[in-house]
């Protein structure tokens, strides 16, 4: 696998991607974590924090059970973590495309559309688990933040909530997204999702379960359209689909869908490096139209244990936020857990109604700083 060359610092200069053998070059790896990352200034400065990766985790360990040792309790172990990884994703999300103003800009439609994705995903995820006669658990096992993503995938990656910043975009949003390639010339290959996915399509071939369409959901997201999985052709597009929409196709950064639309890392990337991403004779370079970083509401980084002593009125915006996040992650389990399509869209509204506590927090100065409250996803009881 090819590994990148010169110095991250000029990377962001002049960003620079080619196809596939070298996915994560030199010009993106600026904008993912790496052991020295470009400033706004141009100034090198510390890599972002990183949480200390433990030794193997969840993910890894089911990787590393043999081919031929994997079976249907292999295959609901892995699609459990697919499950908690994708809805990871959203909360962080979530908050940045909360904090940008001016909702009809560039940047804002980008996340909205990720957004959309990763809710397509945790569907898609979630029909197959239950094909295979399982139950998603997905309030039992909502994330916490700051913290790493779930099951080991990128290991090192720290995922915390705050308002839209470049550091975001880069450090966290690309950062999930990565494709499975180095990200400096020292670095170890990670367990990124679309290498994970990858194992769980090769289970999938090997094992040839029989799926069960009991409770699983049909159902509009966004610009997509869930149906029940029900044939290995169905295992297929779904799981190329998750892969492809994240990571690109293996032939450029399209997602794969014929809409014209990029996958979710490089449009992450157009709205960290300002351009848009175009193609000139096989070489991917941001030089396109300008994607301007838009004006955002200055929500702080939600401390680790969540917000401590805050303000009355915070207190309330908070206390309304979780106490309808709650009732999110209830509906969600409900919906699959009963094969119920209308505690699915009893979630998605639960969804919208986060936005107005969350905008509100972020109304609310931080005592002694510029900065405002934000959301902390922390889910009563």
């Known amino acids: 696998m090819a590994k990148t060359s010169g110095s991250p610092d000029k990377a ?59 079976g249907v309790d292999w295959l609901r172990s892995a699609l459990q973590i697919a499950v908690r990884i994708e809805f990871a994703t959203i909360p962080p999300y979530l908050c940045g495309w909360w904090s940008v103003r001016n909702r ?14 990763e809710m397509y995903h945790l569907g898609i995820v979630c029909n197959l688990l239950t094909g295979l006669g399982g139950r998603p658990r997905i309030g039992q096992s909502a994330p916490v933040y700051p913290g790493p993503l779930p099951g080991g995938v990128h290991p090192g990656v720290d995922v915390y909530l705050s308002g839209l910043t470049k ?18 010339d020292s ?25 069960s369409v009991d409770r699983q959901l049909h159902e509009q997201i966004g610009d997509d359209t869930l149906r029940p999985i029900r044939t290995s052709a169905d295992i297929e597009r779904s799981i190329e689909i998750i892969k492809d929409q994240g ?41 396109g139209a300008p994607v301007p970083f838009p004006d955002t509401r200055p929500m702080a980084r939600v401390p680790a244990g969540g917000w401590q002593r805050p303000p009355a009125a915070a207190r309330r915006l908070l206390d309304d936020f979780d106490s309808t996040y709650t009732h999110l992650l209830e509906a969600l389990d409900t919906a699959w857990g009963e094969g119920d399509r209308h505690s699915l869209r009893t979630a998605v509204r639960r969804m919208r109604q986060l936005e107005t506590p969350a905008v509100g927090l972020m109304e609310l100065p931080v005592p002694g700083t510029e900065s405002t409250y934000g959301p902390q996803f922390r889910p009563h009881g």
């Not at 940047?107 to 959309?116: C, D, G, P, T």
């Not at 679309?194 to 289970?203: D, S």
């Open 12 to 70: 962001a200069g002049a960003p620079v991607l080619r196809r596939r053998s070298v996915l994560a070059s030199a010009a993106l790896a600026a904008g993912a974590p790496a052991a020295v990352a470009a400033c706004d200034h141009g100034a090198a400065r510390p890599a972002p924090r990183r949480h200390a990766a433990p030794h193997q985790g969840a993910a890894a360990r089911l990787v590393a059970v043999p081919m031929e040792s994997r």
């Open 104 to 117: 009809r800009c560039d940047a804002a439609r980008l996340i909205r559309r990720v957004i959309s994705d």
């Open 167 to 184: 550091a975001l975009v880069r450090d966290v949003m690309m950062a999930i997204e990565a494709p499975a390639a180095p990200l400096t």
């Open 187 to 211: 670095a170890r290959d990670p367990l990124s999702i679309g290498l994970f996915y990858e194992e769980l399509l090769k289970a999938f071939r090997v094992v040839a379960p029989a799926l």
């Open 247 to 287: 990571e690109g196709t293996a032939a450029s950064p399209a997602d794969g869908t014929q809409d014209g639309h990029l996958a979710h890392y490089y449009a992450f990337a157009e709205i960290y490096h300002g351009r848009q991403l175009r193609d000139s004779g096989g070489t991917w370079q941001f030089t």
